[in-house]
């Protein structure tokens, strides 16, 4: 008898009896597109990503824009909600798609449906862990002057020196696309975006005058819109704008507040400064000036307004007896119907009442020492080296590698400050920093290569985390790092780490930048660009 071979055995059998054990049957991608989404939303972040490596049809659905908006909700959004007073009690917010606005998110309303939500889950997501790309980009004029002026606004970079005058970079293009000559000494650099389209920048020089150019950013036209005459009383040392109101202040601590209203042109008060202008340029009108005897630099002015009224503010350091140096701010208060001053009131950090000269002086956290402080611990505090001011922040930095955070409460009917809260994080002297009105900020240290970011909002709001804080616990902020992947970025940080001579001055940032200045020991500048996108 024959014996029937293995091959033989297995093609008598039929074919739909001969499923291999291993293979699995597809009832996957036979579903339709809405339940795969709904399932795609309860999966977790990596696994999501592994996903659309699958096939076209995951990619597709893995990048739907539904899905990354409930994801930026959960990690960016949920948790500043639960940061509210009594939130946590009650019913947690719920993710809605219908409603976009977040907790007064302008930006995201803005761009509405047009949001890349995975862009923006990733912009954030790198933010938190400050990794970026590193870029330079060389503004060394002809004659290199010290001095450059720095500012940032819509991706465009605003830079002003005597050398070179006006000139605006575009960080896409990473070349100037516009200038203009300023003829004077800058000394100040403030911009203004809230005209649609259009961004204006004011420049204070050094023998009291001041001028406002305006870039329109479809046609890359840069004009002059107005110059103030020179003045007797000292050069700017820092100035605010915010269309149509100018807010200066000289070193001899001379504030003054401007405006240009239509009604000045009615009443004929016109000064004509450029006849190729398109439009009539008239003169501002003076509304308040007032001669300070307390205000000390470093300075930071800002202007806001409410429904019915434009609040000028003006934030300072203040020197206290045998205690260091603490913060005050003072509000001018001008009625938007009447243009006229209504009140002026000011407050500092430093508490009232009493205390004995026989006291003992604090001692410094980085002591060791167990020894309760006798003062509060903003007394105890060096003279700062930059001060940034977004209400409702006021945050400053010291020599002594460390920041203190204060907090301004501004009602109808009083002012006052918080007593300042130490930031931990910096290794070497911190040069500068900035902070926006959400409690986000970037400092800057004046050597060492070290920048960092902060999550400030919310740091008053529990006792744990100001206890924190004040026990120096440096998760508070995170440092930048170039991304290793990035071998341009590499290079360029080493080659800046070389260069022993090298100076960063705080320059500015947005929603996807970092831009710090760079002054190298042989007189280069350049702008060091760090991009979290």
Not at 64 to 90: C, H, N, Q
Not at 209 to 238: C, F
Not at 329 to 343: G, K, N, P, R, V
Not at 428 to 455: D, F, Y
Request: net charge positive.
């Amino acid at each position: 008898m024959v014996k029937r071979r293995r091959s033989d055995e297995r093609n008598s059998i039929p074919k739909r009896l001969r499923v291999n054990s291993t293979q699995h049957i597809d009832r996957i991608t036979s579903l339709s597109d809405e339940i795969l989404i709904r399932v795609l939303h309860n999966l977790p972040l990596p696994t999501l990503l592994l996903i659309q490596t699958l096939s076209k049809q995951f990619q597709r659905l893995a990048l739907d824009s539904e899905l990354w908006k409930s994801l930026y909700y959960d990690r960016f959004v949920l948790p500043r909600a639960l940061r509210i007073p009594g939130m946590r009690t009650t019913l947690p917010p719920q993710f809605s798609s219908s409603k976009s606005k977040w907790l007064d998110d302008v930006d995201l309303v803005r761009k509405g449906k047009e949001t890349n939500w995975k862009r923006q889950y990733r912009l954030r997501h790198n933010w938190a862990r400050g990794t970026c790309a590193v870029q330079e980009i060389d503004v060394e004029g002809e004659v290199n002057i010290p001095g450059m002026l720095v500012k940032l606004a819509e991706g465009l970079v605003f830079t002003v020196d005597y050398d070179q005058g006006l000139r605006i970079w575009s960080l896409r293009e990473k070349k100037c696309i516009v200038g203009c000559q300023v003829d004077g000494m800058p000394t100040c650099l403030a911009l203004d975006e809230t005209t649609a389209g259009r961004i204006a920048a004011t420049i204070g020089f050094q023998d009291g005058s001041w001028g406002v150019w305006q870039m329109d950013i479809q046609e890359r036209s840069l004009n002059i819109v107005y110059r103030h005459p020179a003045s007797s009383t000292g050069k700017l040392a820092a100035i605010a704008y915010s269309s149509p109101y100018v807010l200066t202040i000289t070193n001899s601590q001379l504030l003054s507040l401007y405006t240009f209203t239509p009604a000045q042109e009615q009443a004929g008060v016109e000064k004509r400064i450029d006849t190729n202008l398109s439009r009539k340029t008239c003169a501002p009108c003076l509304l308040a000036s007032l001669k300070s005897h307390t205000s000390w630099p470093p300075l930071s002015l800002s202007i806001r307004t409410t429904s019915s009224t434009l609040i000028a503010s003006i934030a300072y350091s203040l020197p206290t007896y045998l205690s260091g140096y603490t913060v005050g701010l003072q509000e001018l208060h001008l009625d938007l119907s009447s243009a006229e001053i209504t009140f002026s009131r000011l407050t500092s950090a430093l508490q009232q009442g009493f205390h004995s000269l026989l006291s003992p002086t604090p001692s410094s956290p980085s002591s060791g020492t167990s020894t309760p402080t006798t003062f509060p611990p903003h007394q105890a505090l060096s003279r700062p080296t930059s001060l940034s001011y977004s209400h409702p922040y006021i945050l400053a930095t010291h020599s002594d590698n460390t920041l203190t955070l204060y907090l301004c409460t501004s009602t109808a009917s009083s002012l006052s400050i918080t007593p300042g809260t130490k930031l931990w994080g910096h290794t070497s002297s911190v040069s500068s920093a900035q902070i926006t009105p959400r409690g986000k900020a970037v400092s800057v240290s004046t050597r060492g290569n070290e920048l960092r970011v902060w999550e400030l909002e919310g740091g008053f709001s529990t006792p744990s985390r100001k206890r924190a804080l004040d026990a120096g616990v440096t998760g508070s902020s995170v440092r930048i790092r170039p991304d290793d992947g990035e071998s341009d970025a590499v290079t360029v940080v080493e080659r800046w780490r070389e260069d022993s001579e090298a100076n960063k001055r705080w320059v500015g940032f947005d929603d996807e930048t970092v831009i710090v200045l760079k002054e190298g020991g042989n007189g280069g500048q350049a702008l060091m660009v760090y991009d979290f996108t």
